[in-house]
């Protein structure tokens, strides 16, 4: 896997390009609501929206303009409160926030005095600076706060002034419902994609074996024949962990979805509408992808076959950047960027499939993996411990792919995703995968 080199005015064009898509996204999901509802805390389990507004403020002065620039503080005094990992999100309303007017102009103001630092810095000579990396970094911190801000749009109640047009429905080949991915060596990470981050490096060769795994990520209809057969009555289909959970929680169904005189419905960005039974299941916790898989008769994949159907050429043998090739995503490939603002159909962009034919494996939902997020060989953190390290270990469990709401530049075949196997807020689904018998290979 080679990135694209790109000379110093091309790395300018691509940081400015990635830095102006991700406010524009930011003014989008900020300016669609009133300053009571950005100020609201809609769910303990986010932040207010102005704090991340903020937040992403804050973040851009303390790397890039302090950093990179060598510029003098602009509002050290606000630090403490747009620390991540000072404040639990449960606990930022409580904090003296930047009111919205404010946090905007701070915002904006950041902004424009990066742009200046842009035009002059000299693109090499730090880790820091080689490659552009920490304007990449940067945009990619403001895309994943859209995510989540999004995320937060969708826990509020009340309607949402965000509109985009439906995805294109999917074509009307028939697939078949798995792959099969030869066993062998492959390429898992990468030591020369200029923007990754460090969980993502170094590369490193992995065995595995061979497996199938779904063609399409599994959708509304399959997991409601799950539900229909009384799999969250069903204890033999959850861990343990999962079983209590659910008996704790009372799930009887996806996030969002209630049933009404005998139809399922779901909650979309305010706006009730019947469960599409040809989109990808969205909102479930891991346990929940878990227990499908076992109720299948599948598993879910771990994270290193799931990069390797997404990554690997049999023809060559090399790990692609992407499952389509080493370009990137185009509107044909994938859907991302929030250019709609739901999954699209299962089976849809072929034009972004795997060399093996495994589809959508970028885009429209985080797919749950059965891997907890640990460390590759070789991984150093950087450019600061809390960005991966300390994360490590059995509490999180991996999601790759992205998810409609990610931007590409936050988007990448090696791209990985983690986070509590409780959580269903997020845009998270999954697909399924078993293990090849010798005559199947």
């Not at 062998?184 to 990468?190: A, L, S, Y």
Request: proline share 10%; hydrophobic share 35%; aromatic share 10%.
């Amino acid at each position: 896997m080679t990135a694209p080199a790109l000379d110093p005015e091309a790395l300018r064009r691509r940081a400015l390009d990635a830095l102006t898509t991700a406010r524009e996204r930011t003014r989008a999901l900020t300016t669609c609501v009133d300053d009571r509802e950005l100020t609201a805390q809609h769910s303990p389990l986010m932040s207010p929206l102005v704090w991340d507004l903020a937040h992403i403020g804050n973040q851009e002065e303390q790397w890039l303009l302090r950093n990179v620039g060598g510029r003098e503080a602009l509002r050290p005094d606000i630090d403490p409160i747009y620390d991540a990992f000072e404040h639990p999100r449960s606990e930022r309303p409580t904090l003296p926030l930047l009111p919205p007017a404010e946090a905007h102009a701070y915002a904006a103001e950041v902004r424009g005095r990066v742009l200046d630092i842009l035009e002059r810095a000299p693109l090499h000579g730090t880790p820091l600076t080689d490659a552009a990396f920490a304007f990449g970094m940067i945009a990619q911190h403001e895309q994943q706060h859209d995510e989540t801000m999004l995320i937060t749009h969708q826990l509020r109640r009340g309607p949402v002034a965000l509109t985009a047009p439906p995805p294109a429905p999917a074509d009307t080949a028939l697939l078949p419902a798995e792959v099969l991915v030869p066993g062998g060596p492959f390429t898992m990470g990468t030591s020369t994609e200029p923007w990754s981050l460090d969980n993502e490096r170094p590369s490193h060769v992995r065995e595995v074996a061979p497996f199938f795994i779904d063609t399409v990520p599994v959708s509304n209809g399959a997991y409601l024949a799950f539900i229909e057969d009384g799999g969250y009555e069903d204890e033999r289909w959850w861990t343990p962990a999962g079983w209590a959970h659910v008996r704790e929680h009372g799930l009887a169904a996806p996030l969002f979805w209630h049933r009404e005189g005998g139809a399922w419905l779901r909650r979309r960005f305010g706006v009730t509408e019947p469960v599409p039974r040809e989109e990808p299941v969205l909102h479930v916790c891991w346990y929940e992808a878990d227990a499908y898989a076992r109720w299948a008769g599948r598993r879910l994949p771990t994270e290193t076959e799931w990069e390797k159907a997404a990554r690997h050429d049999p023809a060559t043998g090399r790990s692609r950047r992407y499952p389509w090739g080493d370009a990137d995503p185009g509107p044909e490939h994938a859907n991302l960027g929030q250019r709609h603002l739901q999954p699209a159909p299962v089976g849809s962009y072929p034009a972004g499939a795997s060399p093996l034919g495994v589809r959508q494996l970028v885009g429209d939902v985080w797919e749950w993996t059965a891997s907890d997020f640990t460390p590759y060989p070789g991984f150093a953190p950087f450019p600061y411990k809390e960005y991966s390290e300390v994360f490590f270990g059995p509490d999180h469990k991996v999601l790759r792919g992205g998810s409609f709401a990610v931007d590409k530049v936050a988007c990448r075949g090696t791209f990985r995703n983690w986070d509590y196997p409780v959580r269903r807020q997020i845009f998270s689904g999954f697909r399924t995968a078993r293990d090849a018998r010798p005559e199947q290979v």
